[in-house]
């Protein structure tokens, strides 16, 4: 398991775990945490389509922000 991305969350492929293949458990963790969020949306952007990218992106920071402390609550 590596500490940036917890290692694989679901291993796939040649079932050589020295080198899986799939999503990695931080993914996984973003994952779970966007789908969250996007059911609670906070719906205070802007309509423009700038306003909008920029907060897509920041839903994405805070998805793998998220993520990154549920790796690090693990160790």
Known sequence: MTKQTGGPAFPVGSGDMRD?????????????????M???????HEPDHESYERYVKEVARCAYALADAMLKERE
């Open 20 to 36: 899986p293949t799939g999503m990695t458990l931080r993914d996984h963790f973003a994952a779970k945490a966007l789908q969250g």
């Open 38 to 44: 996007c059911a609670n949306p906070n719906n205070d």
